[in-house]
């Protein structure tokens, strides 16, 4: 039961993407080639879905293509969090901010400036790209919230635009807030805190059913064992501070109870 407890914590903290707030949305693509990239792309920068607008290629046909270019880790997005929608409305329905990626002058902003409002996880944010041949329309634009343009002397792919877009907005994101993973329902929260609860041997605040006080108080027992088993990135514990089992060692902060016995589970245990 301790070790259970103890990889549903790791997995409550691991699960959520950098990017979960970003909608990836592509207008119209003509390749199959480009969308498999773009897939490959979301996987790589952790982007919550990508979103496709009328694709002016058959899917079907072109599935093999698609998914060759999409490798591995873009495959499990184009299964798990890919949308296909007919029109840009639909797929900006449950966004809260879009924005639409244009050339040739028609931007509002240049995307540089743009950037770090977009890393931000305070709102589901679409960014918005066109076809390959000609980018997105007037009324296309026009349905976007903003328009920002990235500097260059030409062109670009569509793929690559799309790189150059996560790519910054990744590495700023580093800085923020993590983002918030899509909410579970209240019952698989309430049952897996109880069960977290119940193997360590929390009082009944850790069991609130408010999913403010359950993130709270996962976060605080997770930043705790991290402290513990893994201080590297924490801190630096003096050797004549050390003691025992899998928390041996110059750097290894001992737990708040007892000999640890080397197992991840029980030194979780013991120190809470």
Same mark, same amino acid.
């Given at each position: 039961?301790?070790?259970?407890?103890?990889?549903?914590?790791?997995?409550?903290?691991?699960?959520?993407?950098?990017?979960?707030?970003?909608?990836?949305?592509?207008?119209?693509?003509?390749?199959?080639?480009?969308?498999?990239?773009?897939?490959?792309?979301?996987?790589?920068?952790?982007?919550?879905?990508?979103?496709?607008?009328?694709?002016?290629?058959?899917?079907?046909?072109?599935?093999?293509?698609?998914?060759?270019?999409?490798?591995?880790?873009?495959?499990?997005?184009?299964?798990?969090?890919?949308?296909?929608?007919?029109? %840009?409305? =639909? #797929? +900006?329905?449950?966004? @809260?901010?879009?924005? $639409?990626? *244009?050339?040739?002058?028609? /931007?509002?902003?240049?995307?540089?400036?743009?950037?770090?409002?977009?890393?931000?996880?305070?709102?589901?944010?679409?960014?918005?790209?066109?076809?390959?041949?000609?980018?997105?329309?007037?009324?296309?634009?026009?349905?976007?919230?903003?328009?920002?343009?990235?500097?260059?002397?030409?062109?670009?792919?569509?793929?690559?635009?799309?790189?150059?877009?996560?790519?910054?907005?990744?590495?700023?994101?580093?800085?923020?807030?993590?983002?918030?993973?899509?909410?579970?329902?209240?019952?698989?929260?309430?049952?897996?805190?109880?069960? %977290?609860? =119940? #193997? +360590?041997?929390?009082? @009944?605040?850790?069991? $609130?059913? *408010?999913?403010?006080?359950? /993130?709270?108080?996962?976060?605080?027992?997770?930043?705790?064992?991290?402290?513990?088993?893994?201080?590297?990135?924490?801190?630096?514990?003096?050797?004549?501070?050390?003691?025992?089992?899998?928390?041996?060692?110059?750097?290894?902060?001992?737990?708040?109870?007892?000999?640890?016995?080397?197992?991840?589970?029980?030194?979780?245990?013991?120190?809470?």
């Amino acid at each position: 039961m301790r070790c259970v407890a103890c990889m549903l914590l790791l997995l409550l903290h691991t699960s959520a993407l950098r990017l979960q707030h970003i909608d990836v949305v592509l207008v119209g693509p003509q390749y199959a080639s480009n969308v498999g990239q773009a897939l490959r792309l979301c996987a790589c920068f952790e982007v919550g879905r990508l979103k496709l607008v009328k694709p002016e290629y058959d899917r079907d046909a072109d599935a093999t293509y698609e998914r060759r270019f999409a490798m591995p880790q873009g495959r499990a997005v184009r299964d798990a969090r890919t949308t296909v929608h007919d029109t %840009l409305d =639909a #797929a +900006l329905a449950d966004v @809260e901010f879009s924005v $639409a990626f *244009s050339g040739r002058g028609r /931007a509002n902003e240049a995307f540089a400036t743009a950037a770090p409002a977009l890393a931000s996880n305070n709102r589901r944010t679409a960014l918005v790209f066109g076809r390959e041949a000609d980018g997105l329309r007037a009324e296309e634009l026009a349905r976007c919230g903003a328009s920002v343009e990235i500097a260059s002397a030409g062109s670009l792919n569509l793929s690559h635009a799309v790189a150059i877009a996560l790519a910054d907005i990744y590495a700023r994101a580093d800085s923020e807030a993590p983002a918030a993973p899509d909410v579970a329902p209240d019952a698989t929260v309430d049952a897996l805190v109880s069960r %977290l609860g =119940a #193997a +360590l041997g929390a009082d @009944e605040g850790f069991r $609130a059913t *408010s999913r403010g006080k359950v /993130a709270a108080g996962v976060e605080s027992t997770s930043r705790r064992w991290r402290e513990t088993c893994f201080p590297r990135r924490w801190q630096r514990i003096p050797a004549s501070r050390s003691r025992g089992g899998c928390c041996d060692g110059p750097r290894r902060r001992p737990p708040r109870l007892g000999r640890c016995t080397g197992s991840l589970g029980t030194c979780l245990l013991n120190y809470v």
